[in-house]
């Protein structure tokens, strides 16, 4: 049988899952953590804790600050040793609370250990609840507040839940070995999110790299009727809720809305697993995997991290920093942003830790536009990257946003198939700023 | 053959005849009255169509001369004192004089001041690069040294110094526009009075962080430690979120302040040499 994938647009970059089939390990904290109040998009959560003061591990520490917003817990036991602003991953200083760590003391009525918690009794309500108490936001990176998907709009009707294993980004193994290795509590975890969603079909998407784990997956569903597996054809950037929804079931999500207009909502295995613990076992989201990995690299790997834990300590339990590094990037290489340092810690979107080799980290000489359209080829969207960027160049906003420039999910697919190495998706994200920045004043008069 | 072109003559003339008719009644109809001093304001205008004013082109900001009941708020930047009393004379009204400005770059983040930890890519201007990081030395405040400035300076009055990486403005030609003052995304640069022999001083930082942090970036932050707000004796600096900063109308171009600036973010320019050196003084690097 022919796989699936979405129609228009896409690329295929080299795979390199150099981590693939590494067991996740578990990393004991490191000796101080610190823990930023904005790791979601929406309002940055309000701190509730103050200098000095002790707090164990999945104590809540700062709370939901609005509609979209989400709480944030102590992922280590210890004393908080300053609550000020602290470098994030684009060098500017964002506010966060820097706890120094002793022992591991856990919060009570958190349940760690391994057993499968199959069967739960909760409401909608209860779910949504327990969700937006452990703070559990999309961990594919957009790190938007899952409760806030779980409640459809008035008018609106969910008919199928999506999950997302397809983890398209090449280099990344995050979500593969959570599906290898906690395929069982992500079946529970989807049935939670099915009752809170109160929707009735489940299907989990998974691209073809990852055999195995389709297998397993299957496997496990095969009792559950409502729960379907559906292998995808390789193609970037599949991961994309919008492209992910067109593969699976056909349907196009209309320029600016978002799936629920075609009845769907989508979340990420990892972001399923976090619910099913949430959920079964009390336990906040203060731990994700991430794959630490690069071609210099001694041991790529996936590991159990807590939140807040420094970039540095995980490269450094990977084997130390490869001499020839040229670049360390929070994310896959075609979505992530390079880091100004390697003291940031890991945050709830922080999917992977790549490290670039000083020959592969560099960008080419940007050359003229030669027109030969394979950005509009690859653009996933249908838009036209070379048009946004000599807009955006230009500074012809109102243009931009006749152009759709809000639809760019920002891939970057065109700027990979450039031949003259234009940088086309600065141009249109700076735009996409600018027509946003055009939108709000025009609310505000 | 001759009496195709008589005939051909003949139809032309009438269409043309006619046309003019149709046209003299046309215009008489659809006639707009304009003030005729526009035109000369215009001509009285330098014409660079800089937008200084803060009207989309010299034209426009005639129109609105000659609309307006004073002067009040409307300076042309570039022609400057001389240029608006030429306008006044024309309209018949008060001239409002100002004080000639000059644009003053304010970072002092060279590179022997402010180590470079990162090296930026991507598309090359101010605007992109700030939306993106913080920038190659790590400030949050300083110079990302694309040159959006240098693009958008219609007098070209400001270069890149390629070994400093800061823009330089060039007194003579800058004509306070304002122009690099919109393109700047951090708002490094400042429209500063200018004084007698092009003599400035002003707190060449404009960073806002706490003093020790800002020190990490760069040796040259103003760290916020008051010195220079406390030497003052005539008021014209303030402090604020850690920063300091010289009102330029207030500044009575005394120096005391410059020794007193433990990290030398305070520039002096345009002065003669000091008789005593009180402690050795950054290179200027507007000069």
């Known amino acids: 049988m022919r796989l699936k994938t979405f129609s228009q647009g896409g690329v295929h970059p080299r795979e390199l899952k150099l981590s693939a089939g590494k067991k996740i390990e578990i990393l004991p904290p490191p000796e101080t953590v610190i823990i930023p109040v904005s790791q979601h998009l929406g309002a940055p959560s309000k701190v509730l804790v103050e200098k000095m003061a002790d707090v164990k591990t999945g104590q809540l520490i700062a709370k939901s600050d609005g509609f979209i917003s989400t709480n944030i817990h102590a992922s280590v036991s210890g004393k908080v040793l300053k609550i000020d602003d602290f470098t994030d991953t684009s060098g500017y200083r964002r506010k966060g609370i820097q706890i120094k760590v002793s022992g591991d003391e856990w919060e009570e009525g958190i349940d760690r250990s391994d057993d499968l918690v199959k069967e739960f009794s909760f409401t909608s309500e209860e779910i949504r609840n327990k969700i937006l108490e452990a703070g559990i936001v999309g961990l594919g990176g957009a790190t938007f507040p899952s409760h806030v998907k779980l409640m459809v709009p008035k008018g609106k009707s969910a008919e199928y839940m999506i999950i997302n294993g397809v983890e398209c980004e090449p280099y990344l193994t995050a979500d593969h070995a959570l599906m290898m290795e906690r395929g069982e509590q992500l079946v529970v975890g989807i049935k939670i999110m099915m009752k809170g969603l109160g929707v009735e079909k489940a299907i989990l998407g998974i691209e073809a790299n990852k055999p195995d784990a389709i297998q397993k997956m299957k496997s496990l569903t095969e009792q559950e009727k409502n729960i379907h597996v559906r292998g995808l054809k390789v193609r970037y950037p599949q991961g994309g809720e919008k492209q992910l929804i067109q593969a699976l079931l056909n349907r196009r999500v209309p320029g600016g809305g978002l799936p629920i207009d075609v009845g769907v909502v989508v979340f990420n295995v990892g972001t399923v697993y976090a619910a099913y613990e949430a959920v079964q076992k009390n336990k906040p989201l203060i731990e994700r995997v991430v794959t630490v990995t690069g071609k210099s690299l001694r041991e790529p790997s996936n590991f159990l991290v807590r939140i807040g834990t420094p970039v540095s300590y995980l490269i450094e339990k990977c084997g130390g920093l490869p001499a020839d590094t040229g670049k360390v990037i929070s994310g896959g290489p075609m979505m992530g942003k390079a880091l100004t340092s390697l003291e940031v810690p890991i945050v709830k979107g922080s999917s992977g830790i790549l490290l670039m080799q000083e020959s592969e980290s560099h960008r080419k000489e940007i050359l003229p536009c030669i027109r030969c359209s394979k950005c509009i080829s690859a653009c996933p969207m249908g838009l036209e990257p070379y048009l946004l960027m000599a807009l955006g160049k230009n500074a012809l906003f109102e243009r931009m946003e006749e152009e759709k420039v809000l639809d760019c999910i920002e891939c970057g697919s065109c700027s990979y198939v450039c031949p003259s190495a234009r940088p086309l998706l600065d141009y249109i994200r700076f735009g996409k700023a600018e027509v946003n920045k055009l939108i709000r004043s025009r609310k505000a008069i | ?287």
Request: proline fraction near 6%.
């Open chain 2, 1 to 287: 053959m001759n009496q195709i072109i008589i005939y051909t003559v003949i139809s032309l003339v009438a269409i043309g005849a006619g046309a003019a008719v149709i046209l003299y009644f046309v215009a008489k109809l659809f006639r707009t009255e304009e003030d005729p001093r526009i035109e000369v304001v215009e001509k009285a205008l330098p014409g660079a169509n800089c937008g200084g004013c803060g009207y989309p082109g010299c034209r426009n900001f005639a129109e609105v001369l000659v609309r307006s009941e004073s002067f009040d708020g409307l300076f042309c930047p570039v022609g400057g004192n001389e240029t608006m009393a030429a306008v006044a004379s024309i309209l018949g009204r008060e001239a409002i004089e100002q004080e000639p400005r000059v644009a003053v770059v304010r970072c002092n983040g060279t590179p022997e001041f402010r180590s470079l930890k990162t090296h930026y890519e991507g598309a090359p201007t101010c605007a992109i690069a700030h939306s993106l990081y913080a920038g190659e030395g790590g400030c949050p405040y300083g110079c990302l040294g694309l040159g959006d400035c240098v693009a958008v300076c219609k007098f070209d009055a400001i270069q890149m110094n390629p070994v400093t990486g800061l823009p330089e403005v060039m007194d003579d030609k800058c004509t306070a526009c304002g122009a690099c003052v919109d393109a700047c995304p951090r708002g490094i640069i400042e429209l500063r009075k200018k004084n007698k022999k092009d003599r400035k001083i002003y707190v060449s930082c404009i960073n806002e962080e706490k003093g020790a942090t800002a020190k990490k970036n760069c040796a040259v932050a103003c760290i916020g430690c008051s010195l220079c707000f406390k030497a003052c004796p005539y008021e014209a600096i303030t402090m604020n979120n850690n920063l300091a900063f010289i009102d330029s109308d207030k500044c009575k171009l005394c120096r005391k302040c410059v020794p007193v600036c433990p990290t030398n973010a305070i520039l002096e320019i345009g002065f003669p040499p000091r008789k005593t050196e009180p402690v050795e003084k950054v290179a200027d690097s507007s000069q």
